[in-house]
């Protein structure tokens, strides 16, 4: 009877054992998940990008207006809770028409400087805008990237413009030698204007008796200098010994920056 008594016990004993070996290990099992949670619900945050401002260069403007020749300022702080990786850029135009002689403008920039591969940067740049780019709605993009992969972007639009615009053309298309031709149009220059020049020059031309070859260089400032806004309006002779045939004539229009803009067209000139 003792015997089995202890073989009970013994028994007892064991599933108790293998009881609280099982309660233990489902413990450590549930802790594992507990920690794996915690740690997803940890995860590093994608960067914060704030205060994306840019403008003209020159003055740090921050009125999204930048022109051709001149510079972008570009300006954003960075939040972020990992090492930021890389900071790109970018600028592009959707369909702008091109003039003759301009080109698409499509600006991309990795920075990956040791000023930017930190926690927390303050984003600071200035791009330099070409001259020979067509004027009008640019898109922007900056996108910040952190160590770990993540990332996120801020976007807006730039209106890109020229020192100088000219338009409303009104200009004569024959003349009478010894007589005058007509041109008129509208000047904006935004440093105002310096002055304005318009040049009539033939190409080859034959000389009949008494012509004398016409190639020259007209310049007009008196009630132009200075203003930003007005009307060209001006007669210009004719000589009476200019060969008959086509002129090449060129108006440009410069401001008080050197900034220049030109119009070119042609005239022909008869005998009467």
């Known amino acids: 009877m003792k015997t089995e008594t202890l073989n009970i016990k013994t028994n007892f004993m064991k599933s108790n054992f293998k009881l609280l070996a099982f309660i233990a290990f489902f413990?450590?099992?549930?802790?594992?998940?507990?920690?794996?949670d915690d740690?997803?619900?940890?995860?590093?945050?994608?960067?914060?990008?704030?205060?994306?401002?840019?403008?003209?260069?020159?003055?740090?403007?921050?009125?999204?207006?930048?022109?051709?020749?001149?510079?972008?300022h570009l300006e954003a702080?960075?939040?972020?809770?990992?090492?930021?990786?890389?900071?790109?850029?970018?600028?592009?135009?959707?369909?702008l028409p091109l003039a003759e002689g301009e080109v698409e403008w499509d600006f991309f920039q990795e920075y990956t400087g040791s000023?930017?591969?930190?926690?927390?940067?303050?984003?600071?740049?200035?791009?330099?805008?070409?001259?020979?780019?067509?004027?009008?709605e640019y898109h922007i993009e900056l996108v910040v990237i952190d160590e770990l992969g993540n990332s996120t972007e801020i976007e807006?639009?730039?209106?890109?413009?020229?020192?100088?615009t000219l338009s409303e053309f009104g200009?004569?298309?024959?003349?009478?030698?010894?007589?005058?031709f007509h041109a008129e149009f509208m000047i904006n220059a935004l440093n105002g204007i310096h002055e304005i020049t318009v040049d009539v020059h033939g190409h080859d031309l034959p000389l009949g008796e008494g012509d004398v070859e016409w190639d020259q260089e007209y310049v007009f400032s008196e009630g132009y200098h200075d203003l930003t806004e007005v009307e060209f309006h001006e007669h210009i002779d004719v000589p009476a010994t200019a060969p008959v045939g086509e002129y090449h004539v060129t108006f440009t229009v410069e401001d008080e920056d050197g900034n220049t803009t030109?119009?070119?067209?042609?005239?022909?000139?008869?005998a009467s």
Request: charged share 20%; proline share 4%.
């Open 27 to 36: 413990g450590i099992l549930l802790n594992s998940c507990s920690s794996d």
């Open 39 to 72: 740690n997803g619900s940890s995860s590093v945050d994608a960067p914060e990008i704030t205060g994306f401002e840019y403008g003209e260069g020159s003055a740090h403007s921050t009125e999204q207006v930048a022109y051709k020749g001149s510079d972008i």
């Open 77 to 95: 702080e960075i939040y972020a809770e990992s090492v930021v990786s890389s900071i790109t850029l970018s600028i592009h135009a959707h369909d």
């Open 115 to 136: 000023n930017y591969q930190v926690i927390n940067p303050t984003f600071h740049e200035h791009v330099d805008v070409p001259t020979d780019i067509p004027a009008g």
């Open 156 to 164: 807006g639009h730039l209106e890109i413009l020229d020192y100088i």
């Open 171 to 180: 200009v004569s298309e024959t003349a009478v030698r010894g007589d005058d």
């Open 262 to 270: 030109s119009y070119e067209t042609h005239i022909d000139i008869t």
